[in-house]
């Protein structure tokens, strides 16, 4: 298996233009899980899914993220506008229930707001 | 709800010497127990977990934890470190039952110097 698969590895863009990341999760996998990662702020949860269901976007951190699954293999995280303090790697991660937690990682995309 | 306390944020060591990266975590729950090791510029890859039976876990490259129930601690341990074990190593928790969720610890860089 190819793991989970994200793009684009690296993006940078202006203040107010939308950004969207994408991710391929792990075939069979029924859990996706968005993670954003900060020096500041360390590694937070954004959302996950269920079966291509939001279960939880608490982490969500306003209106300017939104996240969709359209299928079982494809899920997108968009910001709009972004800003500088969007600026992180964000990491997208699937499970299976039968795993009991293990989550498996992609490389991340790094973003840079200017 | 559940937390996990990493309590050291950085750690050096010597080529060849043990290490210990220590982890304790609060829950009212049972719940299982997982280190991830983060290489610089990369995701996060499962190091090893523990689900049930055995309290001492062995994981890839070496590691090995001990879960104690008594004092809600899940130590790693490795003992002869290496260059290439230069990373941050995450301590994580998920609940036996209920969401696949994982709640992290804020990580430990491990740094090995020759």
């Known amino acids: 298996d190819a793991g989970v698969i994200q793009s684009p590895r690296h993006e940078v863009t202006e203040m107010g233009q939308e950004v969207t990341l994408r991710c391929k999760p792990i075939?069979?996998?029924?859990?996706l899980f968005w993670y954003r990662q900060t020096m500041m702020r360390g590694l937070e949860l954004l959302i996950y899914?269920?079966?291509?269901?939001?279960?939880?976007d608490s982490g969500m951190p306003e209106d300017r993220f939104s996240a969709k699954m359209p299928n079982a293999s494809f899920s997108t995280l968009k910001i709009q506008p972004s800003e500088p303090r969007d600026s992180a790697v964000y990491f997208c991660?699937?499970?299976?229930?039968?795993?009991?937690?293990?989550?498996?990682f992609g490389p991340g995309t790094r973003l840079l707001v200017l | 709800a559940q937390s996990v306390t990493q309590l050291d944020s950085q750690v050096p060591v010597f080529e060849e010497a043990p290490v210990e990266l220590r982890c304790n975590y609060s829950?009212?729950?049972?719940?299982?127990l997982f280190w991830y090791v983060q290489y610089p510029n990369q995701g996060l890859q499962l190091l090893l977990k523990?689900?049930?039976?055995?309290?001492l876990v062995k994981g890839i490259n070496g590691f090995e934890a001990e879960f104690n129930k008594s004092q809600t601690s899940f130590h790693l341990r490795k003992p002869s470190v290496h260059i290439s074990d230069t990373a941050e190593y995450f301590c994580?928790?998920?609940?036996?039952?209920?969401?696949?969720?994982?709640?992290f610890g804020q990580g430990t860089r491990l740094t090995i110097n020759p």
């Open positions: 075939s069979g996998h029924d859990y």
């Open positions: 829950s009212s729950v049972s719940v299982y």
């Open positions: 991660a699937s499970s299976l229930v039968g795993l009991r937690g293990a989550q498996y």
């Open positions: 994580a928790v998920s609940v036996l039952q209920g969401a696949q969720k994982l709640v």
């Open positions: 899914f269920n079966n291509n269901v939001p279960i939880d």
């Open positions: 523990y689900l049930s039976g055995s309290t």
